[in-house]
T-cell receptor, first 113, second 113 residues
Framework: EAGVAQSPRYKIIEKRQSVAFWCNPISGHATLYWYQQILGQGPKLLIQFQNNGVVDDSQLPKDRFSAERLKGVDSTLKIQPAKLEDSAVYLC???????????FGPGTRLTVL | DQQVKQNSPSLSVQEGRISILNCDYT??????FLWYKKYPAEGPTFLIS?????DKNEDGRFTVFLNKSAKHLSLHIVPSQPGDSAVYFC????????????FGTGTRLQVFP
């Protein structure tokens, strides 16, 4: 079974630029999550999708972050414009209905200069 | 505010000995807890979980203990192996959205020969 795929693995941009991350969850997993992990902290949930609907986006900075999950499969997370404090690893995870276990992708390390 | 706390940022243990990683939480409504392990440049992977109806759950070398009155849980690894060297995250399931995980800041375990 293929795991959660993410791209790119690394990205370096300057502040005020835009960036997008892509995630392909495990086949058949209805729930998809985007987390932000700042150095020295644990992952923090940004947004949770159930199929293509948003379940929780309470911690997503909506003035600059957006996410979509077209057709209930792949998802993209966008930051526009980026700030220095957005430097972090962005993790995508997926899970099956009724199970707490989440499967994480390798993450995208974003550096904002 | 940090609802899940891992107060020890690092732990060093000799191979073959017991590793004990600790986690405290503040919300008495948390009723499901998980431990994740993370290697560098990889996403976290699920290790073991425990429901609040239990005070112990065991899986091979890994045992999680839950003390609800103290709002404390611990992960025991016996015997520790060099391959266990990683960052360990404690997480709690949000009682209002059980798919949402609230992570601690992690403990870096190093097992030396």
């Amino acid at each position: 079974e293929a795991g959660v795929a993410q791209s790119p693995r690394y990205k370096i941009i300057e502040k005020r630029q835009s960036v997008a991350f892509w995630c392909n969850p495990i086949s058949g997993h209805a729930t998809l999550y985007w987390y932000q992990q700042i150095l020295g902290q644990g992952p923090k949930l940004l947004i949770q999708f159930q199929n293509n609907g948003v379940v929780d986006d309470s911690q997503l900075p909506k003035d600059r972050f957006s996410a979509e999950r077209l057709k209930g499969v792949d998802s993209t997370l966008k930051i526009q414009p980026a700030k220095l404090e957005d430097s972090a690893v962005y993790l995508c995870a997926s899970s099956s209905d009724g199970y707490n276990e989440q499967f994480f992708g390798p993450g995208t390390r974003l550096t904002v200069l | 505010d940090q609802q899940v706390k891992q107060n020890s940022p690092s732990l060093s243990v000799q191979e073959g000995r017991i590793s004990i990683l600790n986690c405290d939480y503040t919300n008495s409504m948390f009723d499901y807890f998980l431990w994740y392990k993370k290697y560098p440049a990889e996403g976290p992977t699920f290790l073991i979980s425990i429901s609040s109806i239990k005070d112990k759950n065991e899986d091979g070398r890994f045992t999680v203990f839950l003390n609800k009155s103290a709002k404390h849980l611990s992960l025991h690894i016996v015997p520790s192996q060099p391959g266990d060297s990683a960052v360990y995250f404690c997480a709690a399931s949000d009682p209002y959205n059980t798919d949402k995980l609230i992570f601690g800041t992690g403990t870096r375990l190093q097992v030396f020969p």
